[in-house]
């Protein structure tokens, strides 16, 4: 029998709202325990003995309802991980795999989705395989600093974050089972990208390269040209005179790769580039041509320089992405940043 005392009591509050009663139902949770009898003539016929639990699905767990299905969920994600992988770049290796989690805050919304974390030579990608989508990509340049934190978790204890802190000023943070392991692979990574990018030769701005571009005929056809960086952004403009006929900043490079698969011939056998990027209004793709010793240097410099601007170097001209020039210096003429001297010897 339960007290009186303790009896609950229904009460009133006009200032309620439909979306208070909500957010109490997904947050508090109600249990219904009933028992119904259903009599013809004063003879029971039907007894119904009702058990109900409704709640957010944090809640639920919170309470232990429904765990062996949330376990079963993340076991069956764990397995698929090794079936497909995130889209890699020609010559990108993968280091590093595990199951995680990244912190995703926009607007109203905000949670935590998780993932495969695939950390590679060049970059840190969390990728979600269904519906397939790479919910986060970070290269490893951009990455200023790493760190772990003990934070609150809606289970009532409290557990390990990594905080990986951009050049941008940004804060990723990231939960993955162990977080060692991730932390000494990103150490190694980032210290062998350090010398693979300087190793790497700088695209030239004197090479031809072909643009497809659609004429006032509807034809389309290659036109000659080169590439060049302005502004923090890549630009082409026409061997004859016509301007800058195609530009894209950096962070609006969602995709670039050199392939022969569905992409028109380039002009005489040459390579094709394809360029995916962000219009106005929707993602949009360009097609380029040249020599593929040519086409690789500036395929590295935009899939390094996502996320950053790009730019020339004060003595020599040589593109390249900002932070890697002020923390590195010129790979081409051997130019230091103050920055970079500030750490000198």
């Known amino acids: 029998m339960v007290k009186e005392s303790n009896k609950m009591r229904p009460v009133s509050r006009r200032e309620a709202t439909l979306n208070d009663l909500l957010d109490r139902l997904l947050n508090k949770g109600l249990m219904l325990y009933s028992d119904v009898v259903v009599t013809v003539s004063g003879i029971p016929l039907l007894g119904l003995n009702l058990r109900l639990a409704l709640a957010g699905m944090s809640t639920m767990l919170r309470y232990g309802f429904m765990t062996d299905w949330d376990e079963a969920i993340r076991s069956s994600v764990q397995k698929d991980k090794a079936v497909d992988g995130p889209p890699l770049e020609r010559g990108e290796r993968v280091l590093f795999s595990q199951f995680a989690s990244c912190w995703f805050n926009r607007g109203i919304y905000s949670a935590w989705q998780p993932g495969l974390l695939y950390l590679t030579d060049r970059r840190l990608l969390l990728y979600r395989q269904e519906p397939a989508e790479t919910l986060l990509d970070?290269?490893?340049?951009?990455?200023?600093?790493?760190?772990?934190?003990?934070?609150?978790?809606?289970?009532?204890?409290?557990?390990?974050?990594?905080?990986?802190?951009?050049?941008?000023?940004?804060?990723?943070?990231?939960?993955?089972?162990?977080?060692?392991?991730?932390?000494?692979?990103?150490?190694?990574?980032?210290?062998?990208?350090?010398?693979?990018?300087?190793?790497?030769?700088?695209?030239d701005s004197e090479k031809r390269i072909w643009y497809l571009i659609n004429d006032p005929t509807g034809k389309y056809n290659w036109r000659p040209g080169s590439f060049y960086v302005r502004e923090g952004c890549l630009c082409w403009r026409g061997s004859s005179g016509q301007g800058v006929l195609f530009q894209v900043a950096s962070a609006d490079v969602l995709e670039v790769e050199v392939t022969t698969k569905d992409v028109p011939d380039g002009p005489g056998g040459r390579s094709v580039m394809v360029l995916r990027y962000l219009g106005r209004l929707s993602p949009e793709k360009v097609y380029f041509a040249g020599e593929e010793e040519v086409l690789r240097p500036w395929v590295s410099l935009l899939a390094d320089a996502r996320r950053d601007l790009l730019e020339t170097c004060p003595a020599c001209g040589a593109p390249d992405h900002a932070n890697r020039l002020l923390d590195h210096g010129c790979a081409v003429c051997g130019w230091v940043s103050a920055r970079q001297k500030r750490h000198l010897p």
């Open 138 to 203: 970070i290269g490893l340049g951009l990455v200023s600093g790493v760190d772990t934190r003990q934070e609150p978790h809606f289970s009532g204890q409290n557990r390990e974050e990594i905080r990986i802190t951009l050049t941008t000023g940004n804060i990723v943070r990231l939960h993955c089972a162990i977080s060692s392991q991730l932390l000494n692979a990103l150490e190694k990574a980032r210290d062998t990208g350090n010398s693979l990018n300087c190793a790497e030769p700088a695209p």
